[in-house]
């Protein structure tokens, strides 16, 4: 155990984490050159595509050290976007340090505080590392300067790297062995392991990743899963290369995984302590905190037989994103789907893509919302994250909204047009400060519903990427709200209503029947488009109707070439959904937010 | 009628020029000709044992009128040779009204030839300028009057509406001219352009606009309205019928999926269950045939979701639409959605059921495409 070496790459999005990742496993080797490739270890295609890290990912290096001898380190590359913050936080239970990297040109971001503060929870061993130091706006004096001031850290402890460029980084793999704390925990007491993640393979059933606290564990022993008293028999356990690797047993200090033929994938909680079935442990580990998940949409399946293969996806994803929560729903309009929580807008727009990718599910997601509150006047506190339990208005006696703070650091030349933005989407009670030569923090606060959806991207564009952007729920404020209602040719579509600030309600009720407009295909009939409020129609469009639609010529018997092409247009109808006699595409639903601004 | 024999489809992929919107494959050399008459037969011969017999013999093109006649009977004799031709079949050619010279019609109408097709467009001059068309509106008007004279009793005439500002007046103008002829048939197409025509790429480059939707439909209803008035039957999109036994009988069968053989480069043929199609090229067609080989370039196996896909929009083209009973046995588990879109239609008055058959009413002939989808 004294060569073990536990722990996680922590960052702000884009500082390099996975780059860093490739080198350390290039510089021990484990992967061939002809078989690497960048960030390795986004192996998830979305990840590839987007060019981030959704999931964590461990992998176990081994590495001689200057001082000769050959240690165990099991890296764990985490995101640094804040909508996958909870996988963060699960990393680090693993782990007795970190490498905190710090990109030299941006300095200290949002989540680089926000990252550090979960390392500090955790008591681990922080080094601080300063990456990208071969760019030429690098700044490595003032990063210096900020991992002194603004992170609390001994400036004199930190390594400097350029991932990309391959500098620095024997130095920082020496410092892991000299200064990472190897695992404690009892080689002989019973087995106690966490429950950090886990995956649904078809062929072998649950896998379930774990870092082991106290005893061990083989192929042959039943286990316990404590949280739902279910046993198991062990079929197999090992680490993680780049694969699956088969070992004898794991033992105290280790990452690695178990797979126990576990049928019943509900049987699987992130967070639970795996135990010996026949020598279990005293009491439990302790798990992780609740996920709060922020925004709320319902799922449905887009033919409404695909319901049960819904279900049953939605529980084998959940295994791997512990951030996601679901629970049943209905909707009049789209019939019987979920009510899913999620972290944050990114965060449901993953879930999404890889439910549809790896589950080949089609499905339609409604109207994001946040949850707000309502005192009625019998005294009842209703907590409403989902429009259609909206209370009747004349029983509220009180509604409130969540809040946030907003912390955004950028160069002070887009001071201007953030703080206009801000100002529009209800922020108030700003702080600025100097964070910098030519650098501002701005803080505002804000609702949270004003910033789910568009914020972001408005935000990031304003600034052309120079900006960074992390924010906190703080409290529930009073607020003025009204239900506003869509109906599509007379009928309301529940998952397209919206709760909205009700000096903004008349905006919002134009901004989603110009939006539906855009996305609602013309179809066989005109298709009358209302948002309502109360009763009151607040805004109308039409879409007309296709009225020719037909090739002039179908000759020479080529008959082949069109069929396709309605093929293909079919292929396109399947990924809408009939309401009534209407087909609304899957992209409406969440369109309905967007400003017209982009 | 009995409709279930096969048609014969032989493509002439000749043109002296280009018409700028055209997508049919021909080419302006004429000097492959006489080894294309060899190719031809040889590709007749090719097929004696896969196709027995035919009731209609289509010869299209390009333009089949570039042929001399002597070269158009040796076609037709080389088929009926090869295969059993009915003794009624009907027998068509496409003939450019530039080509239109009395002595070439009496002499095709010896050959057996019953029925004529002739390229007219369009009677307004500048439109056919558009169009680059070979021919001029007095060798339009002509051109019926001599198909007349050699004794073409079964005529039909291709004309095209939709071009850009063309006005409603002066198609009806052109639809009236061709009316006093008193044609069997008429083909009245909208002009649609594909990218890799001339006219498609300028209409690209945003030189002129076509036809917005609203505009479009009042060509295709005005069109109706009046071939109707005057006791033609609409019985496909584009085509009209002045009686029952003046329909195209070799179109149909394009549209009721009944098979198919097609010859010459680029030809599409159908079995019933397979489709294939020769290469788009001539000279590769000729390679082939000098060394007696079929010159296919591809084919498909129809899955039966493909046939039902193709005999609903192919039967949703025609007046006569497809059988109740066949829609129900595509959704025999039952298909709450598509019955609901039928329902839907019908109370929308695209489409009509009568004698069991599901007919598209005129607004749906006019998206007939679209009506395929839904149902
Ligand atoms: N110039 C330079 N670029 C770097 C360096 N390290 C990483 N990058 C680039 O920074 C970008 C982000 O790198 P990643 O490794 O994906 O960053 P990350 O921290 O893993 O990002 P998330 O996982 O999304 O939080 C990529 O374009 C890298 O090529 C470096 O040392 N120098
Ligand atoms: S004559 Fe017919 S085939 Fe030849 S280019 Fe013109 S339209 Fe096309
Ligand atoms: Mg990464």
Known sequence: ??????????????????????????????????????????????????????KSQAICLPYKARDGITYTLNLIDTPGHVDFSYEVSRSLASCEGVLLLIDAAQGVQAQTLANLYLAM???????????????????????????????????????????????????????????????????????????????????????????????????????????????YRVEEVGHFLLTREKRNRIAAGEVGYIIAGVKTVSDVHTGDTITLDNRPCEKPLPGFKEVKPVVFASIYPIASDDYENLADSLEKFKLNDASFIYQKDSSVALG???????????????????????????????????????????????????????????????????YIRATMMMPERYLGSVMKLCM???????????????????????????????????????????????YDIIDYRESTLALLDILVNGEKV????????????????????????????????????????????????????????????CYGGDITRKRKLLEKQKKGKKRMKMIGSVSIPQSAFLSVLRSDTD | MQMAQPGLYIHIPFCKTKCGYCDFYSVTSLSSIPEYIKAILEEISLYRYDFK????????????????????????????????????????????????????????????????????????ENILRFLDRRHTCKQALESIEQARAAGFDNIGLDLIYGIPDQSLLSWKDTLSRALSFEPEHLSCYQLSLEDD????????????????????????????????????????????????????????????????????????????QRRWWNHRSLKQYLIDLREVRRPVEGSEQLTPSQKRLENCFLG????????????????????????????????QGFIVIQDGFLKPTRRGLAVADRLALML
Not at chain 1, 426 to 440: C, D, E, F, K, M
């Open chain 1, 336 to 402: 019987q789907g979920f009510r899913c929580g999620f972290l944050g807008l990114l965060h449901l727009d993953i879930v999404q893509e890889r439910l549809e990718r790896e589950y080949d599910l089609s499905i339609i997601l409604s109207v994001p919302s946040v949850r707000y509150r309502f005192t009625l006047k019998n005294g009842a506190v209703l907590d409403v994250d989902n429009p259609s339990h909206h209370p009747d208005p004349a029983s509220i006696a009180k509604s409130e909204e969540p």
């Open chain 2, 197 to 272: 025509t001339p006219l498609g790429r300028r209409h690209q480059k945003g030189e002129f606009a076509l036809p917005d939707e609203d505009r479009q439909i009042d060509f295709f209803m005005t069109t109706a309205d009046i071939l109707e008035d005057a006791g033609y039957l609409h019985y496909e999109v584009s085509s009209f019928a002045r009686d029952e036994s003046c329909k195209s009988r070799h179109n149909q069968k394009y549209w009721r999926h009944i098979p198919y053989l097609g010859l010459g480069p680029a030809a599409h043929s159908f079995s019933g």
């Open chain 1, 121 to 231: 929870e955790h008591d681990l061993e922080i080094i601080p590392v300063i990456n990208k130091i071969d760019l030429p706006s690098a700044d490595v004096e003032r990063v210096i300067g900020q991992i002194d001031t603004e992170l609390g850290l001994d400036a004199d402890s930190h390594l400097q790297c350029s991932a990309k460029e391959g500098i620095g980084i024997e130095e920082i793999l020496e410092a892991i062995v000299e200064r990472i704390p190897p695992p404690a925990g009892d080689f002989e007491a019973p087995l106690a392991a966490l429950i950090f993640d886990a995956n649904y393979d078809p062929f072998r059933g649950t896998v379930i990743h774990c870092r082991i606290f106290a005893g061990q564990v083989k192929p042959g022993d039943v286990i316990r899963l404590m949280f739902t008293h279910a046993s």
């Open chain 1, 1 to 54: 155990m004294e060569n073990i070496r536990n722990f996680s790459i922590i960052a702000h999005i884009d500082h390099g984490k996975s780059t860093l990742a490739d080198r350390l496993i290039q510089h021990t080797g484990v992967v061939s050159e002809r078989n690497f490739k960048d960030q390795i270890l986004d192996n998830m295609d979305i990840e590839r595509e987007r060019g981030i890290t959704i």
């Open chain 1, 424 to 470: 529009d989407k209800r922020g108030a009670n700003s702080t600025l400060s100097y964070t910098g030569p030519g650098r501002v923090e701005l803080i505002y606060e804000m609702p949270l519903a004003e910033v789910i959806y568009d914020f972001y991207d408005r935000f990031k564009s304003l600034t052309q990427g120079y900006g960074s952007f992390d």
């Open chain 2, 316 to 347: 949703l083209r025609t007046g006569e639409g497809i059988p109740m009973q066949h829609f129900s046995e595509q959704h025999n588990t039952p298909h709450p959605e598509k019955r609901k879109n039928l329902d839907e239609l019908v109370r």
């Open chain 2, 53 to 124: 017999c035919f009731d209609t013999i289509y010869i299209g093109g390009g333009t089949p009128s570039l042929l001399s006649c002597a070269d158009l009977w040796e076609i037709l004799i080389h088929a009926r040779n090869t295969f059993t031709v009915a003794a009624d079949a009907e027998i068509t050619v496409e003939v450019n009204p530039a080509d239109a010279h009395p002595h070439f019609l009496t002499s095709l109408r010896r050959t057996g030839v019953n029925r004529l097709n002739l390229g007219i467009q369009s009677f307004d």
């Open chain 1, 494 to 553: 529940d998952a397209l209503s919206q709760i909205v600030h009700r000096e903004r309600a008349r905006a919002r009720g134009l901004q989603a029947c110009e939006r539906l407009k855009e996305e609602i295909p013309k179809q066989m009939f005109k298709i009358a488009i209302q948002g309502v409020i109360g009763g009151e129609i607040v805004s109308r469009t039409t879409i007309s109707a296709f009225r020719k639609d037909v090739t002039a010529k």
